[in-house]
C-alpha cells in the first residue's frame, strides 16, 4: 500500500510527517529539523535555494528570497492582499497573465503555486530520503480561511511536485485529529495557532460522525513569531546605537545576524530565564576595529518588548468567540498549535482567558503535520470512522440587489450537494438578471470572493418583483460547482460551471511539472554523484596514505615497480571520472581503487 | 582593439607561438584584454613566459589566465574497463612479495623514502619545500628526501612550509633538493614573513599580536603596512600573492593612501595584469572605476582579475562539497582579529554546510567569501573535511 504523507504547508515553517506502526511521526530534514522554513530563493549562480539555506541568506539576498508565498497563493492581483504585499515584500511581485499573481527572481518569473511547490517537493524528497521509497500522494493542510481558489492553488502546487493530493484538509482540523479529538464524542473546542508569520484562531465543533465544523475563524496574517523576534532586534539595534552611535540595521549581513540571534534567544527564553546574545564581529567602525555585540537578554524583559503582541492575541480571541456567539467558559478543550505558543507568557495569556490549562501535550510545532498524516493513513486504509468529510469551507450564494449577499449553501456542507432558491426582478420592465456567484460569508456580498458570473436574457417585461428567476447551486464530488438560473415563467435557461482556480492554466500546470522534474532528476544525479565521489575519494585518500610506505617496501623489485605504477593509472583515471563528474564512471573505477587498497593494507601490514 | 572578422581566429585555437618565444598577437571577441596583451607583448615583456612563470610558483592555480586559456581541454575520463585492476594473483603476489622483503631487511619506519630517483622537470619552478607534482598536480613520490603526507587543511600548496612542520624537518627539506638557479633572487618572497607567523597553539596569540586585543568588545586591527617582527619563518617563502588581493580582511578597512602618492592608472594596471600579479591589478581597475565608472578597460580588467582570483582561490581550498566547521571556541574566537565581513561568514559556519552553501548564503562576492575562508583555514579557525 502506498504510504501517503502529511504536509502542513505553513506560512514560515513547513513539516512532514507519515504514519508509521499505526502513529504518526514527523520526518527531520537532513539537518535535524523537524520543520523546514518555507523561503525559497536564488543565488546569483542560479541555483535554487529552499527551506534553512534559503533561510540563512534571506537578508542579504533578500530581493531573491521568497518568504509567506502562502499569503499570495490562490490571490487575485487586484487583490487587498497582494496590494499589501506590494508594500511589504522585500522581492519583486508581478502581475501575472490572468489576474494572478508572479514573484520575479533573478529575471525569471514565478507563479505562486509554483514557489510553493519547490517547498512541498523538498516536503516530498525529505519523505523520500526517511522511507526509501518514492511518495506520491499527500494530504496538505491550509489554514481555515482558505477559500477554493486558494485552496485549488495549493494542490496545483502538489501537483507540480509531483504530489497527488488526495484531499487538503484545515489546519485547525489537523490539529485536533492530531490530539485525538472527535473520534467519539461531541464537543467544542479552540485551535489557538501562533506561528511564524500568522495567527489564526479557530472555534471548532467537533462531531462523531466525522465533521469538524469550523463555527469561528479569524485571526492576523501580519502576527507571529517573526514580530516577537523584530522586537529583540529593535531592543539590540537601540542599544548598540547608544553604546556606540552605529545603527546596525543600516549593513545587511549585521541585520542577518541579529535576526538570527534574535530567534535564538527568543526560543531559548522558552526553557531559561536569560540568554546571552554575542554576536562577535557585528559591524566595522572605519577606524580600522570592529565591534562586539554582547548583551543578556532575560525573560521579563522579552516579556515586556512583547506583552502587546500577546494581548492582540487575547483580542483576536475574543473577537471570534464573539462571532461564534460563545464564552469562554463553553469551550471544552483549547489546542496550542505553532512554535510561538511555547512562550511561557502566552501559555500564560491562553490559560487565562480561557480559564483553563490549554492542552499542549504534542509538540505545537508539528501537531498539523502529524494531523494530516493520520487523515492520509485513515483514506488509503479505508478507515470510515476516522475520514473526514469533505465539506465547502465557505458559505456559497449569489449578489442581490443592494450588494446583499444571499446564501445558498451555507459554509460545511459537505459534499456533493445541491440547493435552490427562488429570486425576483428588482427593478420594473427587467429584461436580464446578472447573476453573481459568490463565495463567503460576509452579508455584504463586495467583501466576499467573486467566483463567476453570468447573464439571464429574455425575461418578461412586468413590474418588479413579478418575474421568477429559480437559481440552483450544485456541487459534485470533485467539488465543482454549477449554478443554474431559470426563468420560472417562459423556462429560458442559462448556466455556469465554476471550477476553483488558482491562476494558472493546464498547459502551464504541466509545463511546470515538467521543468520541476527536470530539477528533481538534475538533484538527484548530483546527489548520487556526490555519493560515488565520496566513495572513491575516500578510498583515493587511503591508497596515497599508504602509498610511501608501499613504495618503501616494494619499489625497490620489478613487480613492484609495476604495481605502484599501476595504482598510479587507477588513481589517475578515478581521479580523472571525479572531474568528469559522472556518477557511473567514478563507480566503475571504485572497483579498482577497493583492489589497490586492499593490496597495499596488506603490504604495509606485512611489512611490519 | 578589433580585428576584421576574417582574423579573428578560432576560439578553441590555442595561442600560437611565434619565433623567439614571442606569441602571435592573438585576440578573440572574448577575450576581454586582448588591448592589454598586444601592448606588452609588442613592447615589453614575453606575456606568456611572465604569467606562466608566476603560474609555476603557484602550483593550485588550476587554469591559465583569461588571456592565454582558449576552450578548456576536457579530459576524456578513461572508462574502467580498459583499465585492469590488480586481481586476486596480483595482490597475492604483491603481499608475498612485501612478506618477503621484509623479512630480509630490517622494517622501515614508517613513511621512509626509498633515495631521489626522478628528477623534477627543467621547467617547474619550485622552491626547496615545493614538493613536486604530477600533471595531475598530485605530488610526485620518491622525489623528495621528506615524507609526502597529505596535505592537511591549513597547509598551502603555495611554496610555504607547513607551520607546525618540524624545523629539522624543513632544514632537510632545504637541504636536499636546492631550488633551481634563477629562483632565487626574488626579493619579495624573501622578506615579506609577517603574514605567515609561526603556528601557536594559543588562539589568541594567533588571532593578534600581544597588546593589539582588548576584551570589552574593540579589536584593534594591525594596520597591514607595520614591518615584519617575526622572524621564526625567515627562511620560507611567506609572499602570498592572493592574500594582497581585493578588500583587506585581517586589516579591516585598509588605510587610505598617502594624498601625495600617485594615483595609480591604466599602464601600471596592465603591466600588473601582464605579469600575473591580479589582486594589485584589481586594485587598481577599482581604483580607476572609482574615479571614472565607465571606464571599459578597467571594467574588463576588474572583471577578469576576478574570475582568475576566483579560481586561484576555489582551487587553494579544494573541493567546495567539504563541510566547514569551526575549530575553536567561541569565545575564542572573539579574539581573532578579523571584520565584520568575515565575522559574518564565521556566523554562517554550522558544521553541516559545505563550502559551496556558504559561498551560496554568504551574500558576498564569490571572490571576497573564498579569500575570506581561506584566510579562515590558513589561520586554523575554521577546517574543512
Same mark, same amino acid.
Given at each position: 500500500?502506498?504510504?501517503?504523507?502529511?504536509?502542513?504547508?505553513?506560512?514560515?515553517?513547513?513539516?512532514?510527517?507519515?504514519?508509521?506502526?499505526?502513529?504518526?511521526?514527523?520526518?527531520?530534514?537532513?539537518?535535524?529539523?523537524?520543520?523546514?522554513?518555507?523561503?525559497?530563493?536564488?543565488?546569483?549562480?542560479?541555483?535554487?535555494?529552499?527551506?534553512?539555506?534559503?533561510?540563512?541568506?534571506?537578508?542579504?539576498?533578500?530581493?531573491?528570497?521568497?518568504?509567506?508565498?502562502?499569503?499570495?497563493?490562490?490571490?487575485?492581483?487586484?487583490?487587498?492582499?497582494?496590494?499589501?504585499?506590494?508594500?511589504?515584500?522585500?522581492?519583486?511581485?508581478?502581475?501575472?497573465?490572468?489576474?494572478?499573481?508572479?514573484?520575479?527572481?533573478?529575471?525569471?518569473?514565478?507563479?505562486?503555486?509554483?514557489?510553493?511547490?519547490?517547498?512541498?517537493?523538498?516536503?516530498?524528497?525529505?519523505?523520500?530520503?526517511?522511507?526509501?521509497?518514492?511518495?506520491?500522494?499527500?494530504?496538505?493542510?491550509?489554514?481555515?480561511?482558505?477559500?477554493?481558489?486558494?485552496?485549488?492553488?495549493?494542490?496545483?502546487?502538489?501537483?507540480?511536485?509531483?504530489?497527488?493530493?488526495?484531499?487538503?484538509?484545515?489546519?485547525?482540523?489537523?490539529?485536533?485529529?492530531?490530539?485525538?479529538?472527535?473520534?467519539?464524542?461531541?464537543?467544542?473546542?479552540?485551535?489557538?495557532?501562533?506561528?511564524?508569520?500568522?495567527?489564526?484562531?479557530?472555534?471548532?465543533?467537533?462531531?462523531?460522525?466525522?465533521?469538524?465544523?469550523?463555527?469561528?475563524?479569524?485571526?492576523?496574517?501580519?502576527?507571529?513569531?517573526?514580530?516577537?523576534?523584530?522586537?529583540?532586534?529593535?531592543?539590540?539595534?537601540?542599544?548598540?546605537?547608544?553604546?556606540?552611535?552605529?545603527?546596525?540595521?543600516?549593513?545587511?549581513?549585521?541585520?542577518?545576524?541579529?535576526?538570527?540571534?534574535?530567534?535564538?534567544?527568543?526560543?531559548?527564553?522558552?526553557?531559561?530565564?536569560?540568554?546571552?546574545?554575542?554576536?562577535?564581529?557585528?559591524?566595522?567602525?572605519?577606524?580600522?576595529?570592529?565591534?562586539?555585540?554582547?548583551?543578556?537578554?532575560?525573560?521579563?524583559?522579552?516579556?515586556?518588548?512583547?506583552?502587546?503582541?500577546?494581548?492582540?492575541?487575547?483580542?483576536?480571541?475574543?473577537?471570534?468567540?464573539?462571532?461564534?456567539?460563545?464564552?469562554?467558559?463553553?469551550?471544552?478543550?483549547?489546542?496550542?498549535?505553532?512554535?510561538?505558543?511555547?512562550?511561557?507568557?502566552?501559555?500564560?495569556?491562553?490559560?487565562?482567558?480561557?480559564?483553563?490549562?490549554?492542552?499542549?501535550?504534542?509538540?505545537?510545532?508539528?501537531?498539523?503535520?502529524?494531523?494530516?498524516?493520520?487523515?492520509?493513513?485513515?483514506?488509503?486504509?479505508?478507515?470510515?470512522?476516522?475520514?473526514?468529510?469533505?465539506?465547502?469551507?465557505?458559505?456559497?450564494?449569489?449578489?442581490?440587489?443592494?450588494?446583499?449577499?444571499?446564501?445558498?449553501?451555507?459554509?460545511?456542507?459537505?459534499?456533493?450537494?445541491?440547493?435552490?432558491?427562488?429570486?425576483?426582478?428588482?427593478?420594473?420592465?427587467?429584461?436580464?438578471?446578472?447573476?453573481?456567484?459568490?463565495?463567503?460569508?460576509?452579508?455584504?456580498?463586495?467583501?466576499?470572493?467573486?467566483?463567476?458570473?453570468?447573464?439571464?436574457?429574455?425575461?418578461?417585461?412586468?413590474?418588479?418583483?413579478?418575474?421568477?428567476?429559480?437559481?440552483?447551486?450544485?456541487?459534485?464530488?470533485?467539488?465543482?460547482?454549477?449554478?443554474?438560473?431559470?426563468?420560472?415563467?417562459?423556462?429560458?435557461?442559462?448556466?455556469?460551471?465554476?471550477?476553483?482556480?488558482?491562476?494558472?492554466?493546464?498547459?502551464?500546470?504541466?509545463?511546470?511539472?515538467?521543468?520541476?522534474?527536470?530539477?528533481?532528476?538534475?538533484?538527484?544525479?548530483?546527489?548520487?554523484?556526490?555519493?560515488?565521489?565520496?566513495?572513491?575519494?575516500?578510498?583515493?585518500?587511503?591508497?596515497?596514505?599508504?602509498?610511501?610506505?608501499?613504495?618503501?617496501?616494494?619499489?625497490?623489485?620489478?613487480?613492484?615497480?609495476?604495481?605502484?605504477?599501476?595504482?598510479?593509472?587507477?588513481?589517475?583515471?578515478?581521479?580523472?571520472?571525479?572531474?568528469?563528474?559522472?556518477?557511473?564512471?567514478?563507480?566503475?573505477?571504485?572497483?579498482?581503487?577497493?583492489?589497490?587498497?586492499?593490496?597495499?593494507?596488506?603490504?604495509?601490514?606485512?611489512?611490519? | 582593439?578589433?580585428?576584421?572578422?576574417?582574423?579573428?581566429?578560432?576560439? =578553441?585555437? #590555442? %595561442?600560437? /607561438?611565434?619565433?623567439?618565444?614571442?606569441?602571435? $598577437? @592573438?585576440?578573440?571577441? !572574448? *577575450? &576581454?584584454?586582448? +588591448?592589454?596583451?598586444?601592448?606588452?607583448?609588442?613592447?615589453?615583456?614575453?606575456?606568456?613566459?611572465?604569467?606562466?612563470?608566476?603560474?609555476?610558483?603557484?602550483?593550485?592555480?588550476?587554469?591559465?589566465?583569461?588571456?592565454?586559456?582558449?576552450?578548456?581541454?576536457?579530459?576524456?575520463?578513461?572508462?574502467?574497463?580498459?583499465?585492469?585492476?590488480?586481481?586476486?594473483?596480483?595482490?597475492?603476489?604483491?603481499?608475498?612479495?612485501?612478506?618477503?622483503?621484509?623479512? =630480509?631487511? #630490517? %622494517?622501515? /619506519?614508517?613513511?621512509?623514502?626509498?633515495?631521489? $630517483? @626522478?628528477?623534477?622537470? !627543467? *621547467? &617547474?619552478?619550485? +622552491?626547496?619545500?615545493?614538493?613536486?607534482?604530477?600533471?595531475?598536480?598530485?605530488?610526485?613520490?620518491?622525489?623528495?628526501?621528506?615524507?609526502?603526507?597529505?596535505?592537511?587543511?591549513?597547509?598551502?600548496?603555495?611554496?610555504?612550509?607547513?607551520?607546525?612542520?618540524?624545523?629539522?624537518?624543513?632544514?632537510?627539506?632545504?637541504?636536499?633538493?636546492?631550488?633551481?638557479?634563477?629562483?632565487?633572487?626574488?626579493?619579495?618572497?624573501?622578506?615579506?614573513?609577517?603574514?605567515?607567523?609561526?603556528?601557536?597553539?594559543?588562539?589568541?596569540?594567533?588571532?593578534?599580536?600581544?597588546?593589539?586585543?582588548?576584551?570589552?568588545?574593540?579589536?584593534?586591527?594591525?594596520?597591514?603596512?607595520?614591518?615584519?617582527?617575526?622572524?621564526?619563518?625567515?627562511?620560507?617563502?611567506?609572499?602570498?600573492?592572493?592574500?594582497?588581493?581585493?578588500?583587506?580582511?585581517?586589516?579591516?578597512?585598509?588605510?587610505?593612501?598617502?594624498?601625495?602618492?600617485?594615483?595609480?592608472?591604466?599602464?601600471?594596471?596592465?603591466?600588473?595584469?601582464?605579469?600575473?600579479?591580479?589582486?594589485?591589478?584589481?586594485?587598481?581597475?577599482?581604483?580607476?572605476?572609482?574615479?571614472?565608472?565607465?571606464?571599459?578597460?578597467?571594467?574588463?580588467?576588474?572583471?577578469?582579475?576576478?574570475?582568475?582570483?576566483?579560481?586561484?582561490?576555489?582551487?587553494?581550498?579544494?573541493?567546495?562539497?567539504?563541510?566547514?566547521?569551526?575549530?575553536?571556541?567561541?569565545?575564542?574566537?572573539?579574539?581573532?582579529?578579523?571584520?565584520?565581513?568575515?565575522?559574518?561568514?564565521?556566523?554562517?559556519?554550522?558544521?553541516?554546510?559545505?563550502?559551496?552553501?556558504?559561498?551560496?548564503?554568504?551574500?558576498?562576492?564569490?571572490?571576497?567569501?573564498?579569500?575570506?575562508?581561506?584566510?579562515?583555514?590558513?589561520?586554523?579557525?575554521?577546517?574543512?573535511?
Amino acid at each position: 500500500m502506498e504510504t501517503v504523507i502529511g504536509i502542513d504547508l505553513g506560512t514560515t515553517n513547513s513539516c512532514v510527517a507519515v504514519m508509521e506502526n499505526s502513529a504518526p511521526v514527523v520526518i527531520p530534514n537532513r539537518g535535524g529539523y523537524k520543520t523546514t522554513p518555507s523561503m525559497v530563493a536564488v543565488t546569483e549562480a542560479g541555483k535554487r535555494l529552499v527551506g534553512h539555506i534559503a533561510k540563512r541568506q534571506a537578508i542579504t539576498n533578500a530581493e531573491n528570497t521568497v518568504y509567506a508565498a502562502k499569503r499570495l497563493i490562490g490571490r487575485k492581483w487586484n487583490s487587498p492582499q497582494i496590494k499589501n504585499a506590494l508594500l511589504t515584500s522585500s522581492y519583486h511581485i508581478a502581475e501575472g497573465p490572468h489576474d494572478d499573481v508572479r514573484i520575479v527572481l533573478r529575471d525569471k518569473s514565478y507563479s505562486v503555486p509554483e514557489i510553493s511547490s519547490m517547498i512541498l517537493q523538498e516536503m516530498k524528497i525529505i519523505a523520500e530520503d526517511y522511507l526509501g521509497q518514492p511518495v506520491t500522494q499527500a494530504v496538505v493542510t491550509v489554514p481555515a480561511y482558505f477559500n477554493d481558489n486558494q485552496r485549488q492553488a495549493t494542490k496545483d502546487a502538489g501537483t507540480i511536485a509531483g504530489l497527488d493530493v488526495i484531499r487538503i484538509i484545515n489546519e485547525p482540523t489537523a490539529a485536533a485529529l492530531a490530539y485525538g479529538l472527535g473520534k467519539e464524542i461531541d464537543r467544542v473546542i479552540a485551535v489557538y495557532d501562533l506561528g511564524g508569520g500568522t495567527f489564526d484562531i479557530s472555534i471548532l465543533e467537533l462531531s462523531s460522525t466525522g465533521v469538524f465544523k469550523v463555527i469561528a475563524t479569524t485571526g492576523d496574517t501580519f502576527l507571529g513569531g517573526e514580530d516577537f523576534d523584530a522586537r529583540i532586534v529593535d531592543w539590540l539595534v537601540h542599544g548598540f546605537q547608544q553604546e556606540h552611535d552605529i545603527d546596525l540595521r543600516q549593513d545587511r549581513m549585521a541585520l542577518q545576524r541579529l535576526r538570527d540571534a534574535a530567534e535564538k534567544a527568543k526560543c531559548e527564553l522558552s526553557s531559561v530565564r536569560e540568554t546571552d546574545i554575542n554576536l562577535p564581529f557585528i559591524i566595522s567602525t572605519g577606524r580600522n576595529e570592529a565591534l562586539h555585540l554582547q548583551r543578556t537578554l532575560t525573560r521579563e524583559t522579552l516579556e515586556g518588548l512583547t506583552l502587546d503582541l500577546i494581548e492582540r492575541t487575547v483580542e483576536i480571541c475574543r473577537d471570534a468567540l464573539g462571532d461564534a456567539r460563545l464564552d469562554p467558559k463553553d469551550l471544552e478543550d483549547v489546542i496550542l498549535v505553532g512554535g510561538m505558543t511555547r512562550m511561557p507568557a502566552i501559555q500564560k495569556a491562553v490559560s487565562e482567558y480561557f480559564a483553563r490549562t490549554p492542552n499542549k501535550g504534542v509538540h505545537p510545532d508539528e501537531v498539523v503535520a502529524l494531523g494530516a498524516a493520520i487523515q492520509g493513513h485513515a483514506l488509503v486504509e479505508d478507515k470510515n470512522d476516522m475520514i473526514l468529510l469533505d465539506v465547502t469551507p465557505h458559505a456559497l450564494g449569489i449578489m442581490t440587489f443592494g450588494s446583499h449577499f444571499e446564501e445558498l449553501i451555507p459554509q460545511n456542507t459537505t459534499v456533493p450537494t445541491s440547493r435552490t432558491k427562488v429570486f425576483t426582478t428588482s427593478r420594473d420592465n427587467q429584461t436580464a438578471v446578472k447573476i453573481l456567484v459568490m463565495q463567503g460569508e460576509n452579508d455584504n456580498a463586495e467583501k466576499n470572493e467573486l467566483l463567476g458570473e453570468f447573464i439571464l436574457t429574455g425575461l418578461r417585461r412586468a413590474p418588479k418583483g413579478e418575474v421568477e428567476i429559480e437559481v440552483t447551486f450544485e456541487i459534485n464530488t470533485d467539488g465543482i460547482v454549477s449554478v443554474f438560473a431559470k426563468d420560472l415563467e417562459t423556462g429560458q435557461a442559462q448556466s455556469i460551471q465554476v471550477t476553483a482556480t488558482s491562476g494558472l492554466t493546464q498547459d502551464e500546470i504541466n509545463h511546470m511539472i515538467e521543468t520541476a522534474k527536470d530539477y528533481l532528476v538534475e538533484r538527484r544525479t548530483d546527489e548520487d554523484f556526490e555519493a560515488a565521489k565520496q566513495e572513491a575519494e575516500t578510498l583515493i585518500a587511503e591508497i596515497e596514505r599508504l602509498f610511501p610506505e608501499v613504495e618503501g617496501v616494494v619499489g625497490s623489485s620489478d613487480f613492484g615497480q609495476d604495481a605502484l605504477g599501476k595504482a598510479r593509472t587507477v588513481l589517475e583515471h578515478a581521479r580523472a571520472a571525479i572531474d568528469a563528474r559522472g556518477a557511473a564512471q567514478i563507480r566503475q573505477h571504485v572497483d579498482g581503487l577497493a583492489r589497490t587498497q586492499r593490496m597495499f593494507k596488506g603490504v604495509v601490514s606485512r611489512a611490519q | 582593439m578589433e580585428l576584421d572578422d576574417d582574423e579573428k581566429p578560432d576560439k =578553441s585555437d #590555442p %595561442p600560437k /607561438r611565434e619565433g623567439g618565444g614571442k606569441r602571435k $598577437a @592573438v585576440s578573440v571577441k !572574448d *577575450d &576581454l584584454l586582448g +588591448d592589454i596583451e598586444f601592448d606588452l607583448i609588442d613592447e615589453e615583456v614575453d606575456t606568456e613566459d611572465t604569467i606562466n612563470d608566476v603560474f609555476a610558483r603557484d602550483t593550485a592555480i588550476p587554469a591559465a589566465a583569461p588571456q592565454l586559456s582558449s576552450e578548456p581541454e576536457v579530459e576524456e575520463p578513461v572508462s574502467a574497463e580498459t583499465i585492469r585492476p590488480f586481481d586476486e594473483d596480483e595482490i597475492e603476489q604483491g603481499l608475498k612479495l612485501a612478506t618477503e622483503l621484509s623479512a =630480509s631487511s #630490517p %622494517p622501515l /619506519r614508517s613513511g621512509q623514502h626509498t633515495p631521489l $630517483a @626522478v628528477e623534477p622537470p !627543467d *621547467d &617547474l619552478e619550485f +622552491d626547496s619545500f615545493d614538493e613536486p607534482i604530477d600533471q595531475f598536480e598530485q605530488p610526485i613520490p620518491l622525489t623528495n628526501a621528506v615524507t609526502p603526507r597529505p596535505r592537511r587543511f591549513g597547509q598551502s600548496e603555495m611554496p610555504t612550509a607547513p607551520p607546525v612542520a618540524p624545523r629539522d624537518l624543513l632544514e632537510q627539506a632545504k637541504r636536499s633538493v636546492p631550488a633551481p638557479l634563477g629562483r632565487r633572487d626574488r626579493p619579495a618572497f624573501m622578506t615579506e614573513t609577517a603574514r605567515n607567523p609561526a603556528y601557536n597553539p594559543d588562539p589568541r596569540a594567533r588571532a593578534t599580536r600581544p597588546g593589539t586585543s582588548t576584551p570589552n568588545g574593540r579589536v584593534a586591527v594591525i594596520p597591514r603596512s607595520e614591518p615584519a617582527k617575526d622572524s621564526a619563518l625567515d627562511f620560507v617563502d611567506g609572499f602570498d600573492p592572493l592574500l594582497d588581493s581585493l578588500a583587506p580582511m585581517s586589516g579591516l578597512d585598509a588605510p587610505e593612501p598617502p594624498a601625495s602618492k600617485p594615483r595609480a592608472g591604466p599602464k601600471e594596471m596592465q603591466e600588473c595584469y601582464a605579469v600575473g600579479d591580479f589582486s594589485r591589478a584589481l586594485s587598481i581597475a577599482e581604483e580607476i572605476l572609482a574615479r571614472s565608472p565607465d571606464d571599459a578597460l578597467a571594467r574588463r580588467c576588474a572583471q577578469n582579475c576576478r574570475d582568475v582570483l576566483t579560481q586561484m582561490f576555489a582551487a587553494r581550498i579544494g573541493p567546495l562539497d567539504q563541510v566547514i566547521s569551526v575549530v575553536i571556541s567561541p569565545e575564542e574566537v572573539q579574539w581573532l582579529a578579523l571584520d565584520h565581513r568575515a565575522g559574518f561568514l564565521l556566523s554562517l559556519v554550522d558544521g553541516q554546510s559545505t563550502v559551496d552553501e556558504i559561498l551560496d548564503i554568504s551574500g558576498m562576492t564569490r571572490l571576497d567569501a573564498l579569500k575570506i575562508i581561506f584566510d579562515l583555514t590558513e589561520r586554523q579557525v575554521v577546517r574543512l573535511a
